[in-house]
């Protein structure tokens, strides 16, 4: 293992430790104060997160766009505080504040009706392990996919870390494993949620994504068209002590010809969350075509 992998794995293992001996409070300010010193230092992922906000909110002038930028990295920060007291949090008393704000579960209830499962998909927003927990507590549990992390004991604390909120995990690895589980699941009529907006693939379906081009992955349409599934679009995004989530209606997407619509479909429902709620949206890697190409001429010398 790398000492740059050691030093992560033993940084997220801090976190959990850490977040479990400290008071809510205390842990919550001491997270934000390193969203604060983290924006002033404005390393690349902060300078991509300024980007990415700026096709989201086009209308903000530079002075908006830092104080955008500072609330979406205190967001973030949030996000890793709560992901990390979550494990010795009452999962029962987070589903049932969930439970309180959640929209739309309706469409989830007359998806299941119909006995051919659900495909949610979500963007990077909000809480969406807290969103799981909800879920896995409505529904009795559910499944995802996770990347391969490295190295393989980090991978292994986030497998851990989201078995014990109650999420049935697929590794995401380069064959056909994880789908085969996926469509299985759905055959059984069960609910599987998978993040939707980044592309790990470089083969993703192409999008347009607030008036840019970008890939996102087809998977969750390729899933609802072979099994008849219903795709669910999802929003997460905080409230001040809370998690608002919103399960859209279905998009219809019957055959494999008609994936790239419904994948453009979800794009603009995911576009219209974030732009309502554009500090939650926690993407800090380069994600428009326009970016990534840039990088690979940089890449190249060229």
């Not at 292994?156 to 014990?164: C, D, L, T």
């Not at 279905?250 to 603009?268: G, H, K, M, Y």
Request: aromatic fraction near 8%; hydrophobic fraction near 45%; proline fraction near 4%.
């Amino acid at each position: 293992m790398s000492f740059a992998g050691r030093l992560a794995d033993w940084g997220y293992a801090a976190g959990w430790q850490l977040a479990k001996m400290l008071p809510e409070s205390t842990g919550s300010g001491l997270f934000s104060l390193g969203a604060d010193l983290a924006s002033r230092r404005d390393g690349a992922g902060v300078q991509q997160l300024r980007k990415n906000l700026a096709r989201v909110v086009p209308q903000a002038d530079a002075t908006e766009l830092d104080e955008l930028t500072k609330r979406a990295m205190r967001s973030y920060a949030r996000y890793w505080h709560e992901s990390f007291r979550l494990p010795s949090m009452d999962h029962k008393e987070v589903s049932r504040k969930v439970a309180g704000l959640i929209t739309g579960v309706e469409n989830l209830d007359a998806a299941l009706a119909e006995g051919n499962g659900a495909v949610m998909a979500l963007p990077h927003s909000g809480n969406w392990d807290a969103a799981g927990v909800w879920l896995a507590d409505y529904l009795g549990g559910f499944t995802t996919v996770v990347e391969r992390l490295k190295p393989e004991s980090l991978f292994k604390r986030f497998v851990a870390y989201r078995e014990s909120l109650g999420f049935e995990i697929v590794p995401l690895t380069g064959d056909s494993a994880a789908m085969r589980v996926l469509l299985k699941r759905l055959r059984e009529n069960k609910a599987i949620c998978l993040v939707g907006d980044r592309d790990l693939t470089n083969s993703g379906v192409p999008v347009k994504f607030f008036g840019e081009q970008t890939r996102m992955p087809g998977g969750p349409a390729r899933l609802a068209a072979a099994t008849g599934a219903a795709l669910i679009p999802a929003g997460c995004w905080f409230t001040n002590d809370g998690w608002q989530i919103r399960l859209h209606p279905r998009i219809r997407v019957n055959a494999r010809e008609e994936v790239p619509a419904a994948t453009q479909a979800l794009a603009d429902i995911f576009a219209g969350d974030i732009a309502a709620h554009p500090t939650d949206w926690h993407m800090l890697q380069k994600f428009w075509i326009a970016d990534l190409e840039a990088e690979h001429r940089v890449s190249l010398g060229t």
